[in-house]
C-alpha cells in the first residue's frame, strides 16, 4: 500500500463555515443562471421544451467535462481554494458571454435560415449546438467547483467524507433555493436582466472572498504527496470488496436513476396541475431540497457506519421501495388522478402543490440523494488525490444525469407508460 505524507488540517472550523456560505450562495446563483438560461434559450427555440432540453444538455456535458478535467488538473494546484475562487469570477464572466452571442445569434438568423432553406429539423439542430456551445464555458467550470474544493478540504483524506458530504449538501440545499427565489420572486419582481447581472455579480464576489480568504488565513504550506502505485490506483483496498468498476457505476446509475426518477415524477405531476410553471418549479425546488438533506444523511452515515457496502445496499433498498410506492401515494393523495385544488386561491394553489410535491417526492429523493456523496467514503482506500477522484465521480453522476431523462422522456414514457417506467425505476434500484 502506497504511504502518504500526512498533512495537517489546512482550514479552521470557523473558516470552514465560511467556505460552506460561499458554496451554498454557489448553488444559489448557479440554479438562477440556469433558471434564466432556459428563459432566453426559449426565445431562440420558441419551444420551451427545447430549451430546456438545451439547457440540460449542456449543464450536465459541462458538469462531466469540467469534473473530469479540472479534477484532474487540481492535484497540481498549489492554492486548490484560490483556484477555485478565480474559477467562480470566470463562471461570472463567461456566463456574460449569454448577452452578445444571443445578439449575434438575432443578427445573422436570416442568414441561418437561408442556408438550411428553411428546414425546421436542422434549424433546430443547429440552435441546439448553437446553445450548448454558448453555455459549454461556464458550465464546464461549474463542473470543476466541488472537485477544486474537495482538493483543498481533502488534503488529509480521511477528512473529504466528513466535510465533502456538507459541502456537497449545502451546495444543493443552496440550489433548492435559487430555484424558489427564481421561479416565485426574482424574475417576476425585477425582470430577466436585472436577475440576470445580480446573479452574475454574485458569482464574482463569491469568488473574489475565496481568494481573498485563501490569501489572509490559508495555510497551504503542507500538502500530501501521492506516489502512483499501478497495482492499486484502480482498486478500493478495505472497503468492504467495493472495486472502483462498483464505485463508477454506482456513481453513474446515482445520477441516472435520480434524474430519470424526477422526469416521470415531473410527468405524474402534470395530470393533476394546472398548467403552470410555477406548479413545475414546486416539484424541483422540493427535489433539490431533498437531495440536499440526503447529503446531510450521507454525511451522518460517513460518521456512525462501519460496513460501508451494507449502508449502501439499505439505502438502494430503500430507494427501490420508496419509488416504487410512490404512484400509489400519489394516488391515493389526489383521490384517482383528481385534479389539485381545482376551485382554491393561487397561495392556496401553491400551497396543496408544495404538500403533494413534500408528500410523494421528499423521502424516496433523501434516500437515493445520500448514496452518491456516501461515496466520497472510499477516498482513503483509492490511490488518487481527493481531486482527480471527486472529479471522476463527478464525471460519471453527470453522464449518468444526463442519459436518464433522454432515456425516460423520448423512450420510456411513450413506449411503456408512466406507471410501468417507475416500476423499471423501481428494479433497477
Not at 466528513?162 to 419582481?189: E, H, M, P, Q
Not at 448514496?371 to 490511490?383: D, E, R, Y
Amino acid at each position: 500500500m502506497t504511504k502518504t505524507i500526512k498533512a495537517f488540517s489546512n482550514i479552521s472550523s470557523k473558516h470552514f463555515s465560511v467556505l460552506l456560505l460561499l458554496f451554498f450562495l454557489s448553488g444559489t446563483a448557479g440554479l438562477i443562471l440556469q433558471v434564466v438560461w432556459m428563459y432566453r434559450l426559449g426565445l431562440i427555440f420558441g419551444n420551451a421544451a427545447y430549451a430546456t432540453a438545451a439547457t440540460l444538455a449542456a449543464f450536465f456535458l459541462g458538469l462531466a467535462i469540467g469534473g473530469w478535467f479540472l479534477g484532474n488538473a487540481s492535484s497540481r494546484f498549489k492554492r486548490p481554494l484560490s483556484a477555485y475562487g478565480f474559477m467562480e469570477i470566470g463562471i461570472a464572466l463567461t456566463a456574460l458571454l449569454l448577452i452578445p452571442g444571443i445578439e449575434f445569434y438575432e443578427a445573422h438568423y436570416a442568414s441561418l435560415v437561408t442556408f438550411t432553406n428553411g428546414k425546421q429539423s436542422l434549424l433546430t439542430i443547429l440552435k441546439f449546438s448553437f446553445s450548448i456551445v454558448l453555455l459549454l464555458f461556464p458550465t464546464v467550470l461549474m463542473g470543476g467547483t466541488f472537485p477544486v474544493l474537495a482538493q483543498f478540504i481533502g488534503k488529509e483524506k480521511r477528512q473529504l467524507a466528513n466535510r465533502g458530504t456538507v459541502l456537497y449538501a449545502v451546495n444543493t440545499l443552496g440550489a433548492s433555493i435559487g430555484a424558489l427565489l427564481a421561479g416565485f420572486f426574482l424574475l417576476s419582481k425585477y425582470g430577466v436582466n436585472t436577475t440576470y447581472y445580480f446573479t452574475i455579480v454574485l458569482v464574482a464576489s463569491i469568488g473574489f472572498l475565496a481568494i481573498v480568504m485563501d490569501r489572509l488565513f490559508i495555510n497551504n504550506k503542507e500538502t500530501p504527496v501521492i506516489k502512483k502505485d499501478n497495482k492499486v490506483s484502480k482498486t478500493i483496498i478495505k472497503l468492504d470488496g467495493i472495486t472502483y468498476l462498483e464505485l463508477k457505476i454506482l456513481a453513474f446509475s446515482s445520477g441516472l436513476l435520480a434524474l430519470s426518477t424526477e422526469t416521470i415524477w415531473t410527468k405524474m405531476f402534470a395530470q393533476v396541475l394546472q398548467n403552470s410553471i410555477y406548479s413545475f418549479s414546486a416539484i424541483l425546488v422540493v427535489f433539490l431540497f431533498a437531495l440536499g438533506i440526503g447529503g446531510l444523511l450521507s454525511h451522518i452515515l460517513v460518521k456512525i457506519s462501519n460496513n460501508s457496502k451494507y449502508v449502501l445496499l439499505i439505502l438502494l433498498l430503500l430507494g427501490a421501495i420508496s419509488v416504487g410506492l410512490s404512484p400509489y401515494v400519489f394516488n391515493t393523495l389526489t383521490n384517482g388522478l383528481g385534479y389539485l385544488a381545482p376551485s382554491a386561491s393561487w397561495h392556496a394553489y401553491l400551497s396543496a402543490v408544495f404538500k403533494l410535491s413534500f408528500l410523494v417526492v421528499f423521502f424516496p429523493t433523501v434516500i437515493f440523494g445520500a448514496v452518491f456523496p456516501f461515496l466520497l467514503k472510499t477516498s482513503p482506500f483509492l490511490n488518487q488525490a481527493p481531486g482527480k477522484f471527486v472529479g471522476k465521480l463527478v464525471l460519471f453522476n453527470s453522464i449518468g444525469s444526463t442519459i436518464g431523462p433522454i432515456i425516460v422522456g423520448f423512450i420510456l414514457l411513450d413506449a411503456i407508460g408512466i406507471w410501468t417506467t417507475i416500476k423499471v425505476i423501481a428494479v433497477l434500484y
